[in-house]
């Protein structure tokens, strides 16, 4: 098993649709959880980071963390061509703190 | 990008070459990091560092070394190049080890022919 699991996809939505993209981990015991939107050819971009159970609302975005389930969301509300990239999700390892990163999810928004 | 800069941004080389790549920060953040990033792997850590002249190994540290002499500099150097480290290789930064909220440089385009 991965220790952090993504839908490969590609995840494709219409605009103004809600897109859902999820990821979950193996390590009982993290604690800090993240989101990254890559463009193609262009740096992974911090966008959403959660530390508690429940839901994290920032503009169109909203990431949800079940620790229970080990797993986190990430919602893309009124989603636009804009947003079409490729979405990591990242796990502060609870052994010596390092990220682990999914192997991201590929979100399409068509137009 | 956060006052991160990685150079060269594209390099192509041959087999054997040694090759070194700089990750420069404006941020004076303690944490420095070097991943790959390889289809179908996703982003693997090979070293990072927490501190000028501390580092340590990440998963696939194998064939890689890093020095840092000072904050604001990481090295990255692949002593003989191999065709298996063709990748795009990112640098990133981070303020606090407790959450580890992590920034990354624009990357390095590394061709190993």
């Known amino acids: 098993q991965k220790e952090v699991e993504q839908n490969s996809g590609p995840l494709s939505v219409p605009e103004g649709a809600i897109a859902s993209l999820n990821c979950t981990y193996s390590d009982r015991g993290s604690q800090s959880f993240f989101w990254y939107r890559q463009y193609s050819g262009k740096s992974p971009e911090l966008i959403m980071f959660?530390?508690?159970?429940g839901d994290k609302e920032d503009g169109r975005f909203t990431a949800q963390l079940n620790k229970a389930s080990q797993y986190v969301s990430l919602l893309i509300r009124d989603s636009q061509p804009s947003d079409s990239a490729t979405y990591l999700c990242a796990v502060r390892n609870n052994q010596g703190g390092k990220l682990i990163f999914g192997q991201g999810t590929e979100l399409s928004v068509k137009p | 990008d956060a006052g991160i800069t990685q150079s060269p941004r594209h390099k192509v080389t041959e087999t054997g070459t040694p090759v070194t790549l700089r990750c420069h920060q404006t941020?004076?953040?303690?944490?420095m990091y070097w991943y790959r990033q390889d289809p179908g792997h996703g982003l693997r850590l090979i070293h990072y560092s927490y501190g000028v002249k501390d580092t340590d190994k990440g998963e696939v540290s194998d064939g890689y070394s890093v020095s840092r002499s000072k904050t604001e500099d990481f090295l990255l150097t692949l002593e003989s190049a191999t065709s298996s480290q063709t990748s795009v290789y990112f640098c990133a930064i981070s303020a606090s080890a407790s959450y580890n909220e992590q920034f990354f440089g624009p990357g390095t385009r590394l061709t190993v022919l």
């Open positions: 959660i530390y508690s159970n």
């Open positions: 941020e004076n953040h303690r944490y």
